[in-house]
Each structure stands twice: as C-alpha cells, then as structure tokens.
C-alpha cells in the first residue's frame, strides 16, 4: 500500500501519521512498519541524551495500523476510527532512534460500531510492547 493509500484510509497526517507501509492485510489482519528516524519531534524532550520513542507513539502507531484496517467498515468521510479502549499494555523492548517496528494487528471481534484487536509491536523480531484495544468509528459531526 503506497503512502497515499495510507492517507486514504485514514486521517492522520504528519507529523501523526505513524505508519509508513502496509507489509500485509486481510479481512482481520493486518502487518505496518514505521521506522523512527532520529529527527522525530518527540526526540527533543524524550530524552534529550538517550532518545526513546515514548510508549503512547507505538501505542497510537499500532492503533493507526488497526485503524487502517478497519479502513473497509467506514463510508468515505463519513466517519474517523476513535480508540475507547486500551487494556492490558505491556512494554518489553525500548525503541530508539532508526530502529524499524512492526505493528501486528488482529481483528478479535465487532459489535457493532465497536471493534476489538490485539496489536503487537516487535523490533528485530522482538516483542517490544503489546496491548488490547477497542475502537468506535465516530461520525465526523461528532469527531
């Protein structure tokens, strides 16, 4: 998927817009790659002298991976994917500067306007954080 399929299926833009590439997707899967280039803004405070990508980035960057994949369920401007719900949040590996992740989305189930998924970010192939999550498509009045 090219950059502006990704800009397509979602509403994020940069400096938020998080993935660089759909590596692969189907009806409840779906594997992005983001890699995080030294001159990121949030380097600048996060930390100064050892620069980490903070955890709510790789959280929001799974999420936009997820967003893309429930991309399909929304009418063209008719709607954004909100996130309602973060559990179980685990971090294992620090992500620096130039490293390259791997978001790993699964789609568990949908009720509804409300969909439930698993992300796993990895590093190198390490686990480097993993979560569950719901997210709403909000009407764009209501977004």
Same mark, same amino acid.
């Given at each position: 998927m090219t950059?502006?399929?990704i800009?397509?299926a979602?509403?994020?833009?940069?400096?938020?817009?998080?993935?660089?590439?759909?590596?692969?997707?189907? !009806?409840?899967?779906i594997i992005?790659?983001? =890699?995080?280039?030294p *001159?990121?803004? /949030?380097?600048?405070?996060?930390? &100064?002298?050892?620069?980490?990508?903070?955890g709510v980035?790789?959280?929001?960057?799974?999420?936009?991976?997820?967003?893309?994949?429930?991309?399909?369920?929304?009418q !063209?401007?008719?709607?954004?994917?909100?996130? =309602?719900?973060?559990? *179980?949040?685990? /971090?294992?590996?620090?992500?620096? &500067?130039?490293?390259?992740i791997?978001?790993?989305?699964k789609?568990?189930?949908?009720?509804a306007?409300?969909?439930?998924?698993?992300g796993?970010?990895t590093?190198?192939?390490k686990?480097?954080?993993?979560?569950?999550?719901?997210?709403?498509?909000?009407?764009?009045?209501?977004a």
């Amino acid at each position: 998927m090219t950059k502006s399929a990704i800009e397509a299926a979602i509403p994020h833009r940069a400096p938020m817009l998080l993935v660089d590439e759909v590596v692969e997707q189907s !009806d409840e899967h779906i594997i992005c790659r983001k =890699t995080f280039t030294p *001159d990121e803004y /949030f380097f600048q405070g996060h930390y &100064p002298n050892y620069p980490l990508v903070p955890g709510v980035i790789l959280c929001e960057a799974t999420m936009q991976a997820g967003a893309i994949l429930l991309s399909k369920f929304v009418q !063209d401007g008719e709607g954004v994917p909100v996130a =309602t719900r973060l559990n *179980d949040v685990k /971090f294992k590996k620090m992500v620096r &500067p130039g490293d390259t992740i791997e978001m790993n989305v699964k789609l568990n189930e949908r009720m509804a306007d409300a969909f439930f998924m698993t992300g796993k970010v990895t590093v190198d192939g390490k686990l480097s954080m993993r979560f569950d999550f719901a997210c709403t498509v909000a009407k764009m009045e209501d977004a």
